[in-house]
């Protein structure tokens, strides 16, 4: 087939080229342009591509691209360097509306839905390509319906299926996942072997657009000062000091609260309507239900209520829950037991065992 794999500059991405020449396609390498910058330039194709500090470990700088492109010419394949530049405005606005909004968000999941799995698809179509590929820790399976199911990748510790959840269905019968199916272990022996110049990159650990991790300070510098300062208070109303802006804190947060207490405290809500940060205890943080809306389903039949297990952030211990759909677009999940840092404007991924059945965007939490 003829295939358009998305190439970050990683190794993954990069083995993923080698995995798809091994198996005989025909593959087009393409890198996409943010528009991250500082003051330095270089060329990739015929298209500025910015540079970012030595230290930056992202997606989406000018080393990165370099780097996609000595592979992809290592490989003959042909490459394209596009600008995506727009399209990251658009996840821009959308991290620092959720914040101001006193949500967490989650511009990996967006970047996926809108770019990775969106934009990359139409490009795919327009050069006549049969399908898309990427080097995402995750894998499609034939379940006999309609469409592929999404499920885990093998190496549990690097699955990354959970950020995958928003692809459209239609999608996903198109997409490949050449490295799913390996350890990450695997594949960097894998690329080593193959004499993959990226084989010992480091994985990448930041936003792309915020290569410094300093949420608070893009906002600023991206949407001006904001009047979000306000009262540190506990759960029960007692107020305990004063924060310079709520977009600084998240559910769960312990550190850098600016109170000190005798015993851990944690972030367990935020208001944005009163700008009050609400701090309580570990047993404070834990939520016994939650309801999700802007449902995407990766079954042929939504199920009406199921048994299965809910994935609330990346990093979570999937739990066992009964997700209910409640007929007006919503989602009413029911935990077995508390989970702690259920955050609003994260998302939420529905499993049936190692298979994602759905998920959507985690709206309110219910108390325990």
């Not at 230290?55 to 596009?82: E, K, M, N, T, Y």
């Not at 007929?327 to 999940?333: N, R, S, T």
Request: proline share 5%.
């Amino acid at each position: 087939m003829r295939v358009v794999l998305a190439m970050s500059g990683g190794v993954d991405s990069s083995a993923a080229a080698w995995l798809l020449k091994q198996q005989g396609h025909e593959v087009i390498g393409l890198f996409m342009r943010s528009g991250v910058s500082d003051d330095s330039s270089c060329e990739v194709g015929q298209l500025p591509i910015v540079s970012l500090k030595p230290h930056h470990q992202g997606c989406c700088s000018a080393g990165d691209a370099a780097d996609a492109r000595r592979v992809a010419d290592s490989l003959d394949i042909p490459f394209h360097a596009l600008n995506f530049q727009d399209a990251f405005g658009k996840i821009k606005d959308y991290f620092a509306d959720e914040y101001l909004a006193g949500r967490t968000p989650n511009p990996c999941v967006m970047c996926n839905i809108w770019l990775k799995f969106g934009k990359l698809w139409e490009f795919a179509q327009e050069v006549g390509a049969d399908a898309i590929a990427s080097g995402h820790y995750a894998q499609t399976k034939d379940v006999g319906e309609d469409q592929p199911g999404l499920f885990r990748g093998l190496d549990l510790d690097k699955d990354q299926s959970y950020v995958l959840f928003g692809i459209e269905r239609e999608i996903l019968k198109h997409v490949i996942f050449p490295v799913g199916g390996y350890t990450k272990t695997a594949i960097r022996e894998m690329a080593r072997q193959a004499g993959i110049q990226t084989a010992n990159k480091p994985d990448s650990q930041e936003i792309c657009f915020i290569p410094d991790n300093d949420y608070a300070g893009f906002i600023t510098r991206y949407r001006g000062e904001q009047d979000t300062a306000g009262e540190l208070v506990d759960t029960s109303g007692k107020v305990l000091g004063k924060h310079t802006g709520f977009q600084q804190f998240t559910i769960g947060q312990r550190k850098g609260l600016g109170v000190a207490f005798g015993e851990p405290r944690f972030v367990v809500r935020i208001e944005p309507d009163t700008h009050r940060v609400v701090i309580g205890t570990k047993t404070d943080l834990g939520r016994s239900a939650l309801d999700a809306d802007q449902l995407n389903w990766l079954v042929d039949q939504a199920p009406r209520e199921v048994r299965c297990t809910a994935q609330i952030r990346y990093q979570h211990t999937p739990a066992g829950c009964t997700a209910t759909q409640t007929g007006d677009g919503q989602l009413h999940v029911e935990f077995d037991s508390p989970q702690l840092g259920v955050a609003p404007g994260q998302a939420l991924v529905l499993y049936q065992e190692d298979r994602v059945i759905g998920g959507g965007w985690i709206r309110s939490p219910s108390p325990v």
